[in-house]
């Protein structure tokens, strides 16, 4: 069996830099209470990894002592949890991406310009949440959803969007953007590290017989390369899982090639394992 391991993999600079915060959030508060509010990145043995370090996870600031210290994701968050946080008089650690943020900074300039921005997300994910958010001049166009186009009075709003998207349906959506307002300016966020991974699973080797993308269910950039994967081959057996544990080895048996795709939160050691796994199934 062939196994070939798709470039990019291990973490992307966002989701590095993310978990460098946190670390470093215990260890300048040694006796303090450290939380994270909400996922830092989208795997679940990133989380593993953190609590084993004493850093917990909330939901909600208001569940955070007074005084301790929180950590905010690399997706971003709602703009009323830094309010809530001095409030609380909690120290913080800004882990959000540089590339998210980089939007936020894009939606705040439209509004000095008087313009409206549509953002294209999905409704709940944390990045969409941050964006709406920050000011009200953001319109959000949902994935599968649309926007309500009667809501937009300027004539060239700025669309924008969610870091992680598909990069297909992406240019579906301002396709159907362009019908409504042929006048409106178009900035593609998605960023490299989600690109280049759907981009190797748009070029993979004709020879390739199962395609496996590593990477957990709440993962948006995971979910986006698994229905690239689906869409861009049909016929071919895809899956996505979470470790080696979760290899269907019956259907993987008698493959001759197999790709692995990994998304940008998914440590460099599950994937080895995952190569590891197959290459005893044979
Ligand atoms: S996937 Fe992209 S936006 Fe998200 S943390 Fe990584 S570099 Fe930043």
Redesign the pocket.
């Known amino acids: 069996m062939k196994i070939t391991i798709l470039e990019p993999k291990g ?5 590095s ?2 978990i460098e915060h946190a670390l470093k959030a215990r260890q300048e508060n040694p006796d303090k209470v450290v939380n994270v509010l909400g996922m830092l ?1 989208h795997n679940s043995y990133v989380i593993a990894f953190l609590k084993q370090r004493d850093i917990g996870m909330i939901d909600d600031i208001a569940d955070a002592p007074q005084g301790s210290v929180v950590v905010f994701t ?2 971003g968050h709602e703009k009323s949890a830094e309010e809530k946080a001095r409030e609380r008089k909690l120290i913080i650690y800004d882990a959000v ?4 943020k980089k939007n936020l900074t894009t939606i705040a300039k439209e509004k000095e310009r008087g313009h409206q921005v549509i953002y294209i997300g999905y409704r709940s994910h944390p ?1 969409t949440i941050a964006a709406l958010s920050s000011n009200e001049n953001v319109h959000l166009y949902a994935i599968k959803e649309g926007v309500d186009f009667s809501r937009i009075e300027d004539v060239s709003p700025l669309i924008i969007n969610q ?2 998207l598909n990069i297909l349906s992406l240019k579906e959506m301002h396709e159907d953007i362009k019908k409504h307002l042929p006048l409106a300016r178009f900035q593609d966020e998605i ?4 690109r280049s991974r759907q981009e190797a699973l748009l070029t993979l080797s004709e020879d390739v017989d199962a395609i496996i993308v590593v990477g957990s269910q709440k993962s948006s ?1 995971a979910k986006r390369l698994y229905e690239i994967a689906k869409e861009k081959h049909p016929g071919m057996d895809v899956f996505l899982l979470e470790d080696y544990k979760q290899l269907p080895v019956a259907t993987l048996k008698g493959k001759k090639h197999i790709a692995i795709s990994s998304s ?2 998914t440590p460099l050691s599950i994937i080895e394992e995952i190569k590891t796994e197959l290459l005893i199934i044979k």
């Open positions: 973490y992307c600079a966002g989701v830099q993310a990145v690399a997706h991406c540089p590339l998210v990045e870091t992680t960023c490299r590290a989600t950039n940008a939160s």
